[in-house]
């Protein structure tokens, strides 16, 4: 788990993979849980098609410029992803990405502890592929012990309101797909160990 | 005795400093008449754009600003906006019009924006001294089109081109000061278009001694000649 | 009032702050980053018969019907960004000329031309001398989201006080980070009055026939700037008291040299910050002040060195002090950078 007075998490992955709507959702849990908050979404003059980077930064402490130099933690969700964000790693970075959708022989380069989570498989094994940003985004507030968990639920749920209103049951699985994440995130710990 | 002024027009600065025998003391003095016959002056506010016209910004007694470049245009549609119950005049050349303001002018008849825009049309750029216009004619000679060089195979069109953007409701008419009442009438339909909530436009064939180097029988003779390509009437009722 | 915090974009805080100082008129022409808060005014305007909209055809127009608004004594406004702020420098210009409140938002991008869509510091020429200007505008630069909010109000109210064309000159990052923002700061908003149709008849010329008449003209704005500009300037020196190093810097990057130095103090480095928050007029008085036990002055804008020469140039006679570079063109420059810069030459 990370401890810091600062964290510097950056969110990193194809535009439609959902990226800014987990940056979204954790800036404004971690605002609910009581902490100064800024988030930056980033991308280039596509539409569609570019890499998407969300940049957040959270603590008790003030915030200076939205974006920053290196991340405490950063989460990758696709190939490309690797290359774009290379600059923002050092080896105190907790590195973590979906096996499923990143080929571990590209990250040989990067010199930082790795947090594998198999996020898309395991959603599909158990809930539904769509629900795999939310597996990880579940993984996520695991690492950062100091965001409520409650308060991820609540920014969820805020979220997706509009889409609750036509399809309830998927308020359910976004909670269950939050709730597999971090389990999963401890596992990964348990079997480092 | 002393000449009949309209009442909106401003005697302390008259004589203006038009050239003599030029067009614009015609147009302005008969949408005085218009302006005073239809009782708008206290709602009304006028616009000028860059050229000859620019010297109108104190010509009536009335609101006046003199804009830049072509801007005349979107000046009247952004203040019409804000004041609804106002009779928006904007007056501006064939350059200022169909060259540097042409997007603004043709937008705001796709709009259907309710103002009144007036263009004169004498073919030339006159204040910067005589160059080639978007109205100059095939073979035209002007300093930027010696020996008619450089010109195009026709000229720009106004009314007819604003007429292919412009919406079905819009008045688009071409008039003449060789026919100042019919050119009075078309001011008034002009005004009447805006109230109704339209865009109306007149072009005003006109002429410019200075540049065209006539004398004022030539001068009739070559505005006679112009009207050939230029048709003067209503082009949208 | 009590504190009330709200999670905002800089786009949601503009707009806010915008209708709180009684804006009631936009005109604008899309355009990356800044496109963000015309939709946000359209979709007001569309719930609310009183606000008016208008998108043109290009920013020419755009400020040409801003200019059209505020003769009619609406507070009309426009938001734009990098090649649109080039054209919209064209109606800015007769503004100025005209002395009227023209309010608009610049959300800077890269350039030179369509450059980046995001960030940049590039536009700071354009915006205090853009045109053939002689500069007789206000331009605020906000270094967080809120002093966004509590700029954007008072830049309305400066446009109108003194009838002078104001800027708020902010970037893409300022206005797409999301943070908490204290919006009970509520400043007065001033009057509009109109300026057409309103008492006596008013021949507005932007066009002289002699040059003397035209000196007289200016000389009267010129004058009426000076005056204006004794009650409209505004900086921040932070530690700059005892200042071994003082950290020039503005609008977002301000923010982030400020942390850093907030951080250096912790660390009993004798660093400071000036931060202009207005651009022009710029704090001259200010600036040399800051610099007085100065030996070392770090300038650092995403910028190639726009700010730096308006530095140099105030304090020409100021200073003795060294004057170290941090230009980094087009891309942000945060907090860690700077205080690993300063580390570097303390």
Not at chain 2, 135 to 149: A, F, I, M, N
Not at chain 3, 264 to 278: A, E, M, S
């Amino acid at each position: 788990m990370l401890k810091r007075e600062m964290y510097k998490i950056l969110i990193a992955g194809e535009g439609g993979q959902g990226i800014q709507s987990m940056a979204h959702i954790l800036a404004k849990a971690a605002y609910e849980s009581g902490l100064n908050v800024s988030y930056l979404p980033n991308y280039g003059v596509e539409q569609r098609g570019g890499v998407s980077l969300g940049f957040i930064q959270f603590g008790k402490g003030p915030i200076g410029f939205p974006k920053f130099a290196k991340a405490d933690l950063l989460v990758v969700l696709c190939d490309r992803a690797i290359e774009r964000t290379k600059p923002y790693v050092q080896k105190e970075t907790l590195y973590l990405y979906d096996t499923d959708l990143i080929s571990s022989i590209n990250l040989a380069e990067i010199r930082a502890e790795k947090l594998p989570i198999p996020a898309t498989s395991v959603a599909s094994a158990k809930l539904e592929p769509k629900v795999f940003n939310i597996v990880l985004l579940g993984a996520i507030t695991a690492e950062l012990g100091i965001i409520n968990i409650k308060m991820v639920e609540k920014a969820l749920t805020e979220n997706f309101a509009d889409k609750y209103i036509l399809k309830p049951q998927l308020k359910n699985l976004n909670l269950k797909a939050l709730d597999l994440g971090q389990r999963l995130a401890q596992e990964g710990y348990k079997n480092d160990k | 005795m002393e000449p009949r002024y309209p009442k909106c027009l401003d005697p302390k600065t008259k004589p203006s400093n038009f050239c003599p025998g030029c067009g614009y003391g015609i147009i302005l003095k008969t949408l005085g008449q218009v302006i005073d016959e239809m009782e708008v002056a206290p709602r009304t506010v006028f616009a000028v754009d860059i050229g000859c016209n620019l010297l109108a910004w104190n010509y009536y007694k009335l609101d006046t600003i003199q804009t830049h470049h072509g801007r005349v245009t979107p000046l009247c549609v952004g203040y019409k906006r804000a004041n609804r119950e106002s009779v928006t005049i904007g007056i501006a050349g064939d350059g200022g019009l169909y060259a540097i303001g042409l997007q603004s002018f043709l937008h705001a008849a796709h709009r259907d924006d309710p103002v009144t825009i007036i263009g004169v049309n004498n073919t030339i750029y006159a204040m910067t001294g005589g160059q080639l216009a978007p109205t100059s004619l095939l073979g035209q000679v002007t300093d930027t089109s010696p020996q008619g060089k450089f010109t195009y195979e026709k000229p720009v069109l106004g009314p007819e081109l604003a007429k292919e953007m412009a919406s079905s409701s819009a008045y688009l008419a071409r008039g003449s000061i060789l026919n100042i009442p019919q050119m009075k009438g078309m001011l008034k339909a002009a005004i009447e278009r805006q109230l109704a909530g339209h865009f109306a436009f007149v072009e005003i064939m006109s002429y410019c001694p200075t540049n065209w180097k006539t004398d004022a029988q030539q001068s009739i003779e070559t505005l006679e000649k112009l009207e050939e390509t230029f048709k003067v009437g209503v082009i949208n009722a | 009032m009590a504190v009330k915090k709200e999670l905002l974009t800089g786009n949601d805080v503009v707009l806010k702050a915008a209708l709180l100082a009684g804006a009631e008129y936009f005109a604008g022409y899309p355009i990356t980053p800044s496109t963000e808060i015309m939709n946000g005014w359209a979709k007001e305007a569309a719930d609310n018969p009183k606000l008016l909209f208008l998108q043109t055809e290009d920013e020419t127009s755009a400020g040409m019907a801003v200019i059209g608004g505020l003769l009619a004594g609406k507070k009309t406004w426009t938001v734009t960004s990098g090649v649109g702020h080039i054209l919209i420098q064209d109606p800015l210009v007769l503004a100025e000329t005209l002395s009227l409140p023209f309010v608009m938002y610049v959300g800077q991008r890269g350039g030179p031309s369509t450059g980046t869509v995001i960030y940049s510091q590039q536009e700071l020429n354009l915006a205090r001398y853009g045109g053939n200007s002689e500069g007789l505008r206000v331009v605020y630069a906000p270094s967080n989201i809120q002093e966004l909010f509590e700029i954007t109000q008072k830049a309305f109210n400066t446009a109108w006080r003194y009838r002078l064309p104001t800027i708020i000159l902010g970037d893409g990052y300022l206005t797409k980070t999301l943070s908490p923002v204290d919006t009970s700061r509520v400043i007065p908003a001033e009057k509009a009055e109109a300026i057409f149709l309103n008492k006596d008849v008013k021949n507005l010329r932007n066009c002289f026939s002699r040059e003397d008449e035209l000196a007289e003209h200016l000389n009267i704005l010129f004058a009426k700037y000076a005056a204006a500009s004794r009650q409209i300037v505004e900086s921040e020196s932070y530690k700059t008291n005892d200042a071994k190093i003082v950290i020039f810097a503005w609008g977002t990057v301000g923010f982030a040299a400020k942390v850093a130095v907030a951080n250096l103090r912790k660390q009993n480095k004798r660093v400071g910050l000036f931060r202009p928050i207005t651009m022009r007029p710029f704090d001259d008085r200010g600036a040399i002040k800051a610099v007085q036990k100065a030996d070392k002055i770090l300038i650092a804008e995403s910028s190639g060195g726009q700010f730096g020469r308006i530095v140099r140039e105030t304090l020409t006679q100021a200073t003795d002090a060294e004057y170290v570079r941090l230009y980094k063109p087009a891309e942000g420059i945060t907090s860690e950078e700077i205080e690993a810069k300063i580390k570097e030459i303390y």
